[in-house]
Each structure stands twice: as C-alpha cells, then as structure tokens.
C-alpha cells in the first residue's frame, strides 16, 4: 500500500511528519522543517483555566493549520473529510488506501495501541498506507516506532475520540497542483509566521504568550494539586511530547537554514544578515526552552519555588530572542503578497 519513496522512519513532529509522507507520495520532496515553516507552525500559547488539572504550554499553531497553510502556499489540493460516522469515515479512508493513496488522520493518542504514553491527546496526526483484516499500518514519529500498527478496533477509537482540539473522524489527501515559486512562498511563511507572534490578539499567545507564562509559572506550586507529578508531567510534555520545549525551535531554526539558501539569490545585504541573526536567535531560544522545562521539573519534584522563579526568568530571556527574531524577519514583510489561507 506505499511506494518505495513514501517516508517510513517517521519525523520529529506528528503534524509535519505526516505531511511528509502524503507529500512524497504526491511525488513532492519536502523535508520536515521545511514543511513546518512553509505551514507556519511556530507559535506559542499558554492556556488555563479551572477546569484544567494543570496549565498547558504549547509551542506550535492549532492542530491542522499547518497542514492548510502549507498546501496553499505548496499549491497542492488538500481534500479533507470529515464524520460523525465511523463507518462513512472508514470507507473514505479504505478507499483512498485502495487507489494508493496515503492517508492524513487526527486522532486521540490514547487508543493507539503502540503509543508509549497513555494520555488523551486528539490533535494527534499520523498516516495511514495500509490495512488488512485486523490491523490499520500508520506511520507515526520516530519516537512511537516510524512505521507501526493498530488494530482496527482502536483505530477507530481513536478518530471518533471527542474531547479537546478533536475532530470528527478527520482524515485528508494530498494531490499535486500547479508549482509554486518556493523563494516567494518561504518569504510569504516567514514574515505571516513574525506578524502573527509579534501582533497575537490575546495576552496568552505569542510573545506576549512567553511573557504571560512567565508571570504565572511562579504560582504553579500552588496552580496544582500534585507538584511533584503534574510538574514533571508539563515538562515532559513541553520536552518529550512536543507541546513546547526546544523542539518546535530547534525545527523552525533548521528550516531557516534550509529556507536560506533559497531565498539568498533575493535577499539585500541587510536582509540576510538579519536572517542570520534570527536563525542564531532561535537556536538559542531551542536551549533556553530545554532549560526552562528543566528547571520546571526540578521544581516540582524538589517542591523548590526558587526554580520556578529561574524558570519565569528563562522564559523573560526567550521573549527577549524570539521577539528580535521574529522584528529581523519582519522587515521582509514587503516582499510579501500572502494568499488567503
């Protein structure tokens, strides 16, 4: 059910990986960075609220922008479905697999049977490339195996879950379009992605989202009703389960890089030494991010508050990073025409 192009190691990220098998098999080769910036990803919110055990920190945009972003800027067809059905959901699905297509789902990590940690997430996304009578074939991260399976009955689980950031039973394709001027839509990415995090409409996103956390984390001893697990639990999630922590900044950084050498024959004198300083500026923040989950976890099994203030400290400092990254990329903002996501 895939070609022997199709992407089967799994990626860093459960979005973009994704994303990259449905484009290889869309015969387009795009790396994991590159997808997440052309989408857009980078991000920041913090979320909080009484009926949540713990606050959430998050480092990328809401589930499934990327992937809408990316295939207006990439020029490809993206044809999403959606059910309140599992059966119609399943015949999409199988269909699609049947005519050799790769297939994007959201689902709930929970259900999934090789997940390594149980706990409900439904802005989970992986690829289908196969079934038989027992089992759905995914590609998911690297970290949960790459190429792996579920049974049928989880799988369908997991797309009918409801809950936070879910989705009825969704599942997409990706079809080739007419190509686009990838110089023109990197450029287009960057300076949407500086906008968006210099201007949030809410206090709780973007920059002023770092900052907002930042006077918050403090409290968090008290926030919570078990420092020395949900603590930790938050740092594993912004670190290890890619809600936040470096991972998001380490991914934007490597597009930059990547982005660079093709935007470079466009770029003034000025202009790419300010992308320069900004790839070097997220490289640091990707660090300050991995302390800040460090100092949080420590925090919470030490039940030290002197930690939570170095933490709120670090994510001041990452403000301070992100916002001059983000006011460098900006200026390139008149080279940009962006189109209507």
């Avoid at 210099?198 to 984390?217: D, E, F, Q, S, Y």
């Amino acid at each position: 059910m895939h070609t022997d192009h199709t992407p089967l190691a799994g990626g860093i990220h459960c979005e973009t990986s994704t994303l990259r098998v449905l484009f290889a098999g869309a015969g387009i080769d795009l790396s994991e960075p590159m997808l997440f910036g052309l989408g857009s990803g980078l991000s920041f919110v913090y979320w909080d609220s009484r009926r949540q055990p713990a606050p959430f920190i998050g480092g990328r945009v809401k589930p499934f922008e990327i992937a809408r972003s990316v295939a207006v800027r990439c020029g490809v067809d993206l044809d999403v479905h959606e059910t309140a059905s599992p059966r119609l959901a399943w015949e999409k699905v199988r269909g699609a697999l049947d005519q050799g297509l790769a297939v994007g789902l959201q689902l709930d990590s929970y259900y999934l049977e090789y997940f390594t940690s149980r706990v409900h997430f439904a802005g989970h996304f992986a690829a289908i490339i196969g079934y038989d009578d027992r089992s759905a074939h995914l590609v998911d991260t690297a970290q949960q195996g790459g190429r792996v399976s579920t049974s049928l009955d989880s799988f369908a689980q997991a797309r009918s879950a409801r809950g936070p950031m879910s989705a009825r039973n969704r599942s997409f394709t990706v079809h080739a379009g007419p190509p686009r001027d990838l110089s023109s839509s990197i450029v287009d990415a960057v300076t949407a992605t500086a906008v968006a995090y210099l201007n949030p409409p809410i206090a709780n996103v973007g920059g002023r989202g770092v900052r907002t956390a930042a006077r918050k984390l403090p409290a968090w001893l008290d926030r919570v009703a078990d420092p020395s697990t949900d603590l930790p639990l938050i740092a594993s999630l912004m670190e290890r389960g890619g809600t936040g922590g470096g991972l998001f900044r380490t991914l934007y950084r490597d597009f930059l890089v990547e982005a660079r050498d093709v935007v470079a024959p466009d770029l003034a004198e000025a202009e790419a030494a300010a992308w320069g300083e900004s790839i070097d500026l997220f490289a640091e923040s990707a660090v300050l991010w991995t302390r800040a989950a460090e100092l949080i976890e420590a925090a919470g099994r030490e039940r030290e508050p002197r930690l939570l203030a170095e933490a709120s400290t670090v994510l001041n400092t990452i403000a301070d990073r992100e916002t001059t990254a983000m006011e460098r990329l900006r200026t390139l903002e008149h080279r940009s025409v962006r189109p209507r996501l």
